[in-house]
């Protein structure tokens, strides 16, 4: 039904302004719910046994193959798209698990990053996998909140390299979040080319229905100085390799 009234599909998914990712705090109505939302694959890889940085077994293996070619087949495409934060640090088990598999990484502004994670609702209970711990927690023990966000941006950048640097140069696409918004139709249809994905007037339709504001710059607006400084002071390195200092 979603895929026969495209208008609703992208009102419900992206919200009224056809802008939104993700939807917080809020409960989809029965309505809403029968337009299956894009979501992160945390809950598949629990389902198949996987622990973050475990190896997977041939047994989970398997499931998770199965898994994700039942969502293929009921999704109606040829291919699986998998976005999740914790896919930073699986990517040498998802290359192994499916020899044919792609990776798209996308980086922003570390310091756009701390403020979005000021922001969202699921940060401070989520378990921090270099901490050992939840930023609640973090904060209970006297730590900086500040200091820990910017801190999240560094270390996930340098799980990704790592995880990345062992695979094979034509299995890796890499763009950052301010080519995206600059161009958002031209790069999304690069990414989907790289993917093997063919041609798609319906797809390029929907794209260009939809609105990529540029995010980066409610941090300047929002941090005083103070704040910008410590976030620097933990993200200079990486800051000044990629460009944004």
Partial sequence: MSRSLPSLQLKYWFGADSSNAYRYGTRRGLAERAFPAPVEGGPVYEDCGLNDGEAATAAQAARLRSAFASMARFGGGPTVVSKRIENNGRIPLLAEVFPEARFATIVRDGRAVAYSLSAVDWWPKSHVWWLKSTPEQW????????????REWVEELRRVEAGLSQLEPERVFRMSYEELVADPTGNLDRLARFAGLGESDRWSAALRRLRYPDRNERWRAALGPEVVARIEAVQGEELRRHGYV
């Fill in 139 to 150: 904060e209970k023990d006297g730590g900086d909140p500040w200091e820990l966000r910017a």
